[in-house]
């Protein structure tokens, strides 16, 4: 093994040295207050990566007050199995509450306008990515049983998130990826052109990950009605910011159930829902969506066995803590964050368009990227990772990301992106022809990643993968 490699495989376990590794169940048991000291230092210590406003998505309320209360909730019911509804009926209201509240806010009413026999419904998972899978799995059972459709087939936009792909996977439906346009938009000729008669569904995102732009949605909702097809719209992301930005005033087209073409949408509670991470709601126009993500094995030896996703036992602490997360917010709570967001956002985005040599991704809100026809726009992400921010790297084209969160909306911060900014593009003019130190990998802020063609990222992203569950030394 390479130093190079036996370093990155070290940086994973910073804590091998200070603490060990632990091979085997330990003989004894540890003293609770010992365990929990060490952990509240790593916590401590962990935190301060994102404390300071300087860590682009992924820590999206960063209050430590809201955090402290969902943790209450989530601490009296966290041992609770929301499968056993019969001790706990309060899971049934805690989940039938969060439907109703997120279909609320995507306008599930508006289904009876244009299809009065369809009521709109919902269901919980653990993230994003089942709130993807599922609807995928119920296009293709029903277009299977319906159209008698044997090999479908969905067409995504080149901006979608991988989970449409580890969906054509796992599921056995092909994936067909469109382009996006000079608008980071997808181009929704292209998506007609990939359409033949084995096509089930149509994808668009409200935003997509790298850019945080929105797919023309309207135009897919007309093209799915024209054609027949179902129509998902992620809203993984956006669903619960973009709908407080309209009301607000900002620019946001209609992506919801208000277009009739509109089938399914994905919503994260555990993003700008401000729930604890691992909850994610999906909505569908009607219960005959919801019905095919439904697993029930009736003569199981261990009895009728009925779940509702992907997951089987499923904790009663997150549905709780989700559920305090809204009420506790309301339209007041969320309108007033996504006010800060919004504006927070765009003074970022006029800090990266005052300098001439970046270039904006498309045309954002919240979330944005921007590249550079300059230099290496990676040389600007390693100056700013010296000064503790952490973007994302992005690919084809190179970019960096930033999604912004309530942590930005502090004082100081924006003033704080603008000066490092200059910065940073000052010591990128210098670097021309230089190899920068980081790269695009997603979740990894600034990480290097010593590999060039997909094989090597392949392997090395695999090989990652498997140190990061198995310590190697
Ligand atoms: C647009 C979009 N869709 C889907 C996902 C997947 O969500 P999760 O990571 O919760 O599975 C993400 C995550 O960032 C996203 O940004």
Redesign the pocket.
Known sequence: MSDDLTNLIKSFYPYAERYGVIRALPEAGRERAEILRELDGIARAENRSWEGGRCSGSMYSGDHEHYDFLNQVYARFSYINALQRDMCPSMTRFETDIIAMSLDMLHGSAVQEHHPDETACGALGF???ES?INPILAYRDRAREERGVTAPNVIVPATA?P?FHKAGHLLGVEIRVAPVDETTRVDVDAVRGLIDGRTIALVG?AG??PYGTIDPIAALSELAVERDLWLHV?A??GGFILPWGEQLGYDIPVFDFRLPGVTSI?A?T?KYGYGLKGT?VVLYRDTEFRRRQYFIAPAWKGGAYVSNGLAGSRSGGLLAATWAAMVSYGREGYLRYARQIFETAARMRAIVCSHPELTLMGDPTFCFSFRSDAFNVYHVNDHMAGQGWRFNGQQDPEAIHMCVTRPQTRPGVVEAFETDLAAAVAYAKQRAGQKPRSSAVYGAGSSELPAETPEQVQQLLTLALDVLQKYPF
Do not use: F, V
């Open positions: 993230g994003g990515t993807i998130h989970a995102s997509n990950y992620d993984c992301l994905s994260d555990h994610s």
